[in-house]
């Protein structure tokens, strides 16, 4: 509970201060790279590598002894 409520309260915390929109520009570029990077990939080619990190990482089949 206590987890759920920590960004809350700093972003309330941040903003009674005043300093919110300098505390969030860096997250804002930086998602706002991260869409830029991930626009340019073609839909397929995330697509596939989405698919090859599934089967390098997917979970053992469960033992049925």
């Known amino acids: 509970m206590i987890r759920k409520l920590r960004w809350p309260l700093l972003a309330l915390a941040l903003v009674v201060v005043g300093v919110w ?14 869409a830029t990077v991930i626009g340019l990939i073609p839909g397929p080619a995330l697509l596939a590598a989405g698919v090859i990190a599934w089967l390098r990482h997917r979970p053992a089949p469960a033992r049925t002894a």
């Open 21 to 34: 929109p300098a505390a969030a520009t860096p997250i804002a570029l930086a998602a706002a790279g991260a």
